[in-house]
């Protein structure tokens, strides 16, 4: 029978990584999700795991490609100027093929920006997380559970396909309180073998080599066109999303995260003034779930996309829409966050005024 326990998102995001086989650490303090590695140092050593603070968070990147290059599951945690840091250190493992856990809980920026919520990092988790023709998987989960659904799911998705995987969360789920479940599962019964891993070959097979330079151009080329067609797969069939009293609506909302909780209590409000309103709900930022959104432009008059940002996320909402449907924004930075009120102001406005 499933566990229920109330914990906070950080911890709760450290102990599901742990029942998903995780027993290899690497991280570096910083707010709002030092609770993840805190979590992680006093309970490694309990399961004969390992918990390293790096001096850096790029030497922290580059003892999880070390691990996972060993084939074992290893994951780092920071939030957003730390993952800044960590760029190159994934360029490296999405050129050497590598899977592993990237978790940022972000923060507002730029710089060193503040300590509260923001999810002004999606740019950067999906369209450069680092330097050359490469991409993650990047989930964004908007409850705790889902948090914990969520590294279960990235650590499969990332074996799967030997790419690294990123749960990009914010300050608000990582430092709230909710009931999760834990399923009754053996942490290494989806972890499946590695042929290609660096545990020694005892002269029974052949060398294995990991690896991302390539110094013949064709030889690179090849490579990425081949790495190309995988993500094309990727896009088709991994593609994850919800839709919230969409059947009917006029209004569509789009919004992910913590965002996505606060449009769903505004589409409920304008629900109660007469308005038909929905919320499309990506889960996976990239493979970036454009049919339903694609779907919803021969019925829905317009689109509302909230953001914790001055804006992201849009682009890809106005690129899948391309002008067939007025496309509108709502977002606040800097750490704010939008409230229902807020929002259910823009929804009327779109709708044509208060009614």
């Known amino acids: 029978m499933a566990e229920r326990v109330l914990m906070k998102g950080n911890e709760a995001l450290a102990e599901a990584a742990l029942r998903a086989g995780c027993r ?6 910083i707010t709002p999700q030092t609770e993840v590695a805190a979590y992680m140092a006093k309970k490694m050593p309990k399961i004969g795991g390992t918990y390293l603070q790096a001096e850096s968070e790029i030497a922290a990147i580059n003892m999880v490609y070390g691990a996972a290059a060993a084939g074992v599951r290893a994951m780092t945690s920071s939030s957003s100027p730390g993952i800044s840091l960590k760029a190159e250190g994934i360029s490296y493992m999405a050129g050497a093929d590598l899977p592993c856990l990237i ?10 920006g503040g300590i ?4 002004a990092d999606y740019w950067q988790a999906t369209k450069a997380t680092g330097h050359g023709d490469f991409q993650i998987l990047v989930f964004a989960p908007s409850t ?15 074996d799967k396909y030997r790419m690294p995987a990123m749960l990009l969360g914010d300050g608000m789920l990582g430092q709230m309180m909710e009931p999760v479940e834990f399923p009754d599962s053996d942490p290494s019964a989806n972890i499946p073998a590695k042929d290609w891993a660096l545990t020694g070959h005892h002269n029974a097979r052949k ?5 991302s330079l390539f110094l013949q151009p064709q030889a690179l080329e090849d490579l990425v066109v081949e790495r190309y067609k995988k993500y094309d797969y990727i896009k088709e069939n991994e593609a994850m999303h919800e839709e919230y009293l969409c059947e009917d609506a006029d209004i569509i909302l789009v919004a992910y995260g913590a965002s996505s909780r606060i449009a769903k209590s505004a589409v409920n409000a304008a629900r109660a003034q007469g308005i038909k ?3 499309i709900r990506p889960i996976t930022l990239w493979p970036y779930p454009s049919k339903p959104i694609d779907a919803a432009c021969s019925k829905a008059k317009a689109f509302l996309v909230v953001e ?6 849009v682009d ?5 829409v391309n002008g067939r449907k007025p496309v509108h924004f709502y977002g606040r930075t800097g750490g704010i966050i939008p409230t229902p009120a807020e929002v259910l102001e823009q929804i009327k406005k779109i709708a044509g005024g208060d009614r």
């Open 277 to 279: 309103a929905g919320v």
């Open 316 to 320: 890809d909402v106005r690129l899948i």
């Open 144 to 158: 705790v559970q889902e948090m914990v659904n969520t590294v279960f799911k990235a650590f499969d998705l990332a």
């Open 24 to 29: 290899h650490f690497f991280g570096y303090p």
């Open 308 to 313: 914790m940002s001055m804006g992201q996320m």
């Open 103 to 112: 978790c940022n809980i972000m923060r507002g920026g730029p710089g060193l």
């Open 116 to 119: 509260q919520p923001s999810q």
């Open 207 to 211: 060398h294995n080599v990991v690896n």
